[in-house]
């Protein structure tokens, strides 16, 4: 689904604009900071739904009180922008962005992918994460500053991620 979501964010051409996602859509546990430092990362997603090719830049900003996910589309428009902290998840997109498309699943994919395995938080992302293939390029401890690459066969998507963690 989040491919899926992706996809029409990125065929869909239009202004960019936020809109807030209802609170009550997104089901996810306050925000707890993984193992480790503090982050700042960069990523380059570039994947396909079944024919459909699609990129995305996003920007990543963890630290001990939150943490904040912007999305830009290929021509570097703003396409979504969440907040997740103690008070829970907030989240807005342009209008031009599907409904479809789920802050939730997002940071699902996020956790089930980078987190460490065990982590308290993998427990809230199972449901996300069992049809998820994820392929490291050397291992998971890594993955802030490598390639990723992500296949739900169930759903039809592929996706690979390219991760560079900006030092602080």
């Not at 306050?30 to 396909?48: D, S, Y």
Request: aromatic share 8%.
């Amino acid at each position: 689904m989040l491919v899926r979501c992706l996809l029409v964010l990125i065929a869909v051409i239009g202004i960019a604009g936020c809109a807030t996602e209802s609170a009550r859509e997104l089901e996810v546990a306050p925000w707890r900071l993984p193992e480790g430092p503090p982050r700042e990362v960069v990523q380059i997603l570039n994947g396909h739904y079944g024919d459909k090719a699609f990129a995305l830049q996003v920007r990543l900003s963890m630290s001990e009180e939150k943490m904040l996910v912007a999305g830009l589309d290929s021509l570097g428009r703003r396409a979504f922008d969440i907040l997740w902290d103690e008070t829970g998840v907030r989240a807005g997109k342009a209008d031009w962005v599907s409904e479809d498309l789920n802050a939730a699943d997002i940071l699902k994919v996020i956790v089930a992918t980078y987190w460490p395995e065990d982590d308290p938080m993998q427990a809230y992302v199972r449901d996300r994460a069992k049809d998820l293939e994820i392929s490291y390029q050397s291992e998971r401890a890594n993955a802030w500053n490598e390639t990723v690459e992500i296949r739900n066969p169930r759903s039809g998507y592929e996706m690979t991620i390219i991760s560079y963690e900006l030092k602080q």
